[in-house]
DNA sequence: CCAACATTTCAATAATCGTTGAAATATGGA
DNA sequence: TCCATATTTCAACGATTATTGAAATGTTGG
């Protein structure tokens, strides 16, 4: 990934609700999700959304379909990887910038790690 | 990392020169730099660069320290880790997100992958 | 103390951003 | 065809952003 493209990429993501949005398109997988669904569960104006459906799809992170009345809206995994490829390339120390595993809060006491 | 933190994180990092400082600062390591040779390295005005600072320093993902007259800036490697860890657990499909370490050409026929 | 150097502070400016309300467009069903 | 639904377009607005120039601050060495 490009330098532009990564600030571009960026600047989508670094908004409250656009953060939201995409990371709720994250949750709804390929499929997509319809607009409707999206302002409803996030509790936006249709419009508002548009907006940020735009950002996103100009960073190439979205994408969009329409089915039926509604416009099905899905996350461009392979954009979101070039991006947290583009950051640990460019922007660690070499060292340990990729993700330790530890979403999962670990268990209590589970397996002794490897 | 919170959400929160996130934002303010990508924010800093989604425009060009700042970008350039951040990616300036993780090429110098923990030593750092001093602000006068990144204004000189990325020809930006003195002040102009006393701003973007200001918004890495926000986010977290640099620190200063007076050296005599200078300034020196270093990256906060901490955040930058936690930021891309925020982003492959939360922006992510749960996979493929982690790098895989293509940034080293892979020397020419290495270990088979375990 | 004074001069130079390194950087920050401040005020001003143009450009971009996020949100709103009103109106337009597209689709599907009665 | 007419209506309701789903979403976009458009113009407007205040807020924030990045940059500039001028002046201030802090530091070192003579």
Not at 1 to 25: G, I, N, P
Not at 68 to 84: K, P
Not at 92 to 111: D, E, F, I, N, Q
């Amino acid at each position: 990934m490009e330098k532009t493209d990564a600030v571009t990429a960026l600047a989508a993501l670094a908004q409250d609700s656009r953060l939201d949005v995409f990371r709720l398109l994250v949750q709804a997988g390929p499929e997509g999700m319809a607009a409707g669904a999206i302002a409803e569960t996030l509790d936006l104006a249709p419009n508002t959304l548009t907006f940020h459906f735009d950002r996103l799809r100009m960073a190439g992170l979205a994408t969009v379909r329409r089915e039926g009345r509604s416009m099905i809206y899905a996350a461009r995994f392979e954009t979101m990887n070039a991006l947290v490829g583009f950051l640990t390339e460019n922007c660690c120390a070499g060292v340990s910038c990729a993700p330790t595993p530890s979403s999962k809060p670990a268990r209590k006491r589970g397996k002794i790690l490897a």
